[in-house]
């Protein structure tokens, strides 16, 4: 094994011992020794040619706005905004990505500004809710909560 093959493989940034030797016997870099191709495999190289297998996506998506909306409330905030809320509600369509924020003072003001929320984008766009997606805390879980997705038939999955 010739270590400075080696040495100029590493300085070069992994470059091709061909390419090496080419740049030797033409005399393109100056002070760069003969270059011998070892029998042996760089490691790194090999590593570095390996191709990443791709993220499995979500294999269901909306179709349709508002077919599935994504929801999860965020806080409390070290500072309160200038109204007094520590904790902000997202609503994410998961067809389109527009998404809603509405501002909180309390966690349990989430019901109250769900219904407002469903209400205001059913009534603009006339497509109905059909599923929602919350990480299950506490405000989704409330008896108020499943009675009125159960009485509208909105499927809830939780995460």
């Known amino acids: 094994m010739n270590n400075e093959s080696w040495l100029c493989h590493l300085r070069f940034g992994h470059l091709n011992f061909q390419s090496l030797e080419n740049l030797s016997k033409r005399n393109l870099v100056n002070?760069?020794?003969?270059?011998?191709?070892?029998?042996?495999?760089?490691?790194?190289?090999i590593f570095?040619?390996?191709?990443?297998?791709?993220?499995?996506?979500?294999?269901?998506?909306?179709?349709?706005?508002?077919e599935f909306v994504h929801i999860d409330v965020c806080g409390p905030m070290n500072i309160s905004s200038?109204?007094?809320?520590k904790y902000?509600?997202?609503?994410?369509?998961?067809?389109?990505?527009?998404?809603?924020?509405?501002?909180?003072?309390?966690?349990?003001?989430?019901?109250?500004y769900f219904k407002i929320f469903?209400?205001?984008?059913e009534r603009q766009s006339g497509r109905l809710i059909k599923m929602v997606r919350s990480d299950g805390e506490g405000?989704?879980?409330?008896?108020?909560?499943?009675?009125?997705?159960?009485?509208?038939?909105l499927q809830h999955n939780i995460t």
Do not use: M
Request: net charge positive.
């Open 139 to 153: 405000e989704y879980k409330s008896n108020e909560f499943k009675r009125h997705c159960e009485e509208l038939g």
């Open 118 to 121: 469903k209400a205001f984008v």
């Open 82 to 85: 200038i109204g007094g809320n």
């Open 31 to 45: 002070g760069l020794p003969h270059i011998h191709h070892p029998d042996q495999l760089c490691e790194t190289c």
């Open 88 to 112: 902000f509600l997202p609503f994410i369509d998961d067809f389109s990505r527009k998404t809603w924020i509405y501002l909180l003072k309390n966690k349990d003001e989430v019901f109250h």
């Open 48 to 66: 570095a040619k390996n191709h990443r297998i791709p993220f499995v996506k979500d294999p269901w998506h909306a179709k349709f706005p508002f």
